[in-house]
DNA sequence: GTTCTAACA
DNA sequence: TGTTAGCA
C-alpha cells in the first residue's frame, strides 16, 4: 500500500533531489509539510506538491514562479469573487504557456533546419566537393 | 543511521 | 543550492 505519510528522505530519495533543495523550498514557502517535534512529516498532498515543483524547475520557471504556479493548482477558498479571480490567474497562466510552447517549436525547428543543413555540408563532404563555392 | 538548524563557499 | 558542523 502507499504509505500515508513520507519522511524527508522518502522524498528525497524517491525524486532524485536532496533533503536540503527540499528544505529550502518549505522555507520558500512552496510546501508546508506537518510537524512532528522537529521533525518533518510530508502528507500526500505535500508530495504532489513537490512533484508540480520539480515539473517547473524543468520548464524553467523560477522558485517564485512555481510557487504562484502550484498554488493555483490548490482547493479555491469558496468565494465566488475569489474563484473568478482565480480563473483570471489561471487563464494568464495558460496563456503564458502556451506562449512558451511557441517558442519551444520554433526553436525546435530551427534546430531541425540546422540539423538539415549539416547533412547537406557532410554529404558534400562525402562527395569530394568541398562544400560552398 | 537519520533529521534538524544554521552558516559559509 | 551544496556542504559542513554539532545536536537530538
Do not use: H, W
Amino acid at each position: 500500500m502507499t504509505q500515508a505519510t513520507f519522511g524527508i528522505g522518502d522524498l528525497a530519495r524517491e525524486f532524485g533531489v536532496t533533503t536540503r533543495a527540499i528544505r529550502f523550498y518549505e522555507d520558500q514557502g512552496m510546501i508546508a509539510p506537518r510537524r512532528e517535534g522537529q521533525r518533518r512529516v510530508f502528507q500526500p498532498r505535500d508530495r504532489t506538491r513537490l512533484k508540480l515543483i520539480l515539473r517547473g524547475r524543468r520548464l524553467g520557471f523560477s522558485l517564485a514562479e512555481i510557487g504562484e504556479i502550484v498554488d493555483l493548482y490548490e482547493a479555491p477558498a469558496g468565494e465566488a469573487a475569489q474563484l473568478k479571480l482565480l480563473l483570471d490567474r489561471i487563464a494568464a497562466r495558460r496563456a503564458e504557456l502556451k506562449a512558451k510552447r511557441r517558442d519551444l517549436n520554433a526553436s525546435l525547428d530551427d534546430l531541425d533546419a540546422a540539423a538539415k543543413n549539416c547533412r547537406k555540408r557532410l554529404k558534400e563532404m562525402e562527395n569530394g566537393r568541398s562544400g560552398k563555392s
